[in-house]
Nanobody
């Protein structure tokens, strides 16, 4: 199975920060788009942020101004820097990727590959 492995989750107090990492195999890291999703049990999965091959980014309104998605091409790693964390950010966070060739994400695109998830818990 394609390797896409998240790390960096944990428990923090409200107002704190975490940085999530996603190590990806070259074949999918080099594709057009990668993203972070999160999901709370019993609720719909939410796309948090996405980043295109050429570096363009997009964010959910719920995290805009607090979270930053980035990628380190030398390491083949995707990151999500999460600042000013709130209890409502508590969720399982998943790395996702579209390995399709191309420079940009697409609004209606899918993400065929997913990591196993890393838990983020924010206490008040």
């Amino acid at each position: 199975q394609v390797q896409l492995v998240e790390s960096g989750g944990g428990s923090v107090q409200a107002g704190g920060s975490l940085r999530l990492s996603c190590a990806a195999s070259y074949s999918i890291y080099s594709g057009r788009c990668m993203a972070w999703f999160r999901q709370v049990p019993g609720k719909e999965r939410e796309e948090v942020a996405r980043i295109a091959k050429v570096g363009g980014t997009g964010y959910a309104s719920s995290v805009k101004g607090r979270f930053t998605i980035s990628r380190d091409n030398a390491k083949g790693t995707l990151y999500l820097q999460m600042n000013s964390l709130k209890p409502e950010d508590t969720a399982m966070y998943y790395c996702a990727a579209d390995p399709s060739p191309g420079p940009y994400c697409d609004v209606n695109q899918g993400f065929p590959y997913w990591g196993q998830g890393t838990q983020v818990t924010v206490s008040s």
